[in-house]
């Protein structure tokens, strides 16, 4: 038998020290497998898990429903002494303010919005029509001078109270002819006028005008108030309020 070269010892050496290599090396492989399943393992629970409430922290606020429109007490806290207050709707504000400025026993008249759902809506939303509110004008006088019923013929006059959401070329839910009551009394004071009215045959139709409860009242924004004083040059003044005011007989 020839004897076993160096190479081919080493050879066998190789072959005798391979498999124990081969082995440890599995081992390393597999335990770094494990390690990474165990952590991957962690990790997709720590993403799964809802975040922990952190000890008084305040949930993200919601956007709240827009509020009910306030109704009011029967009794007017803003009336003066000696004085009373009427919320009416005509149409545009403008007009009504115009008209209603200029009648004896009538000290102030406030342009704004009521009726609607959005609280402290702007002119802009009031335009969309959308909000539910009514052009309207709070008026205060003197009831030893006028009483609310001598302001209701006024208020008849001024406008077409059968006309639904309508008053001439301006249309809309903000148009509607309302009549807000303050008390009781003022209540029956208005239906009684329409009953009148109607049972005259004084219009053409029906009065449609909506007799509502007070609710909460927006001043309209500055430059609404004395609108028609300030702006008379405005075309919407020439040809609208200043051919109604003509036509009451009142100062253009």
Request: charged share 25%; aromatic share 8%.
């Amino acid at each position: 038998m020839n004897p076993i070269s160096l190479k081919n010892r080493l050879c066998l050496l190789c072959l005798g020290i391979l498999p124990l290599v081969l082995s440890a090396c599995t081992d390393r492989v597999d335990s770094g497998v494990v390690k990474m399943a165990y952590f991957d393992a962690e990790k997709e629970e720590m993403m799964t898990q809802p975040e922990k409430e952190v000890p008084g922290k305040a949930e993200p606020e919601k956007n709240p429903e827009p509020p009910p429109a306030e109704t009011a007490k029967p009794d007017s806290a803003s009336a003066p002494a000696g004085g009373e207050v009427a919320t009416l709707g005509a149409g545009c504000f403008w007009c009504i303010e115009a008209v209603l400025e200029q009648i004896k026993g009538v000290s102030d008249v406030t342009s704004g919005y009521m009726g609607g759902a959005v609280p402290d809506p702007t002119y802009e939303q009031i335009c969309t029509g959308l909000t539910g509110h009514a052009e309207v004008v709070q008026i205060t006088f003197n009831p030893a001078v006028i009483d609310f019923a001598g302001v209701l013929e006024h208020f008849w006059k001024l406008h077409d109270p059968t006309t639904l959401n309508q008053q001439g070329n301006d249309v809309g839910t903000q148009y509607r002819s309302a009549i807000f009551y303050h008390s009781e009394k003022q209540k029956e004071i208005a239906e009684a006028s329409i009953k009148k009215k109607d049972e005259a045959g004084v219009f053409h139709s029906p009065i449609v005008t909506e007799v509502s409860a007070l609710e909460k009242f927006y001043e309209a924004e500055k430059y609404h108030q004395d609108y028609y004083r300030n702006n008379k040059a405005v075309p919407y003044c020439q040809f609208v309020i200043t051919p109604k005011l003509d036509k009451l007989g009142l100062e253009k």
